[in-house]
């Protein structure tokens, strides 16, 4: 059974880090794009970060370049997202998504709220 488990969110002050996981199982983890998306209160689910298969390539979005960080382990079948300078407007559902020809898989999603 195939699945993505994030975790790692939580509540965070503005200015703080938080480091998302999230675990694979089910699937050869490895032959697989990793990325890292996001969704707001009444907004659309917009991609954050992506990762290659071995990590050689990685793409952030505007909005978090320079303070977020995409990751894996591929020995441990798990794809990271270091968040630091965390601003209010980076409060969401963040979920991971692996991707190989034409195979996607969601995970459920970690809350990150960053509020004082």
């Known amino acids: 059974q195939v699945q993505l488990v994030e975790s790692g969110g939580g509540l965070v002050q503005p200015g703080g880090s938080l480091r998302l996981s999230c675990t694979a199982s089910?699937?050869?983890?490895?032959?697989?794009?990793m990325s890292w998306y996001r969704q707001a209160p009444g907004k659309e689910r917009e991609l954050v970060a992506f990762i290659s298969i071995f990590g050689s390539s990685t793409n952030y979005a505007d909005s978090v370049k320079g303070r977020f960080t995409i990751s894996r382990d591929n020995a441990k079948n798990t794809v990271y997202l270091q968040m630091n300078s965390l601003k209010p407007e980076d409060t969401a559902v963040y979920y991971c998504k692996a991707v190989q020809s034409g195979l996607t898989y969601w995970g459920k999603g970690t809350l990150v709220t960053v509020s004082t």
């Open positions: 089910g699937f050869t983890f490895s032959s697989y794009a």
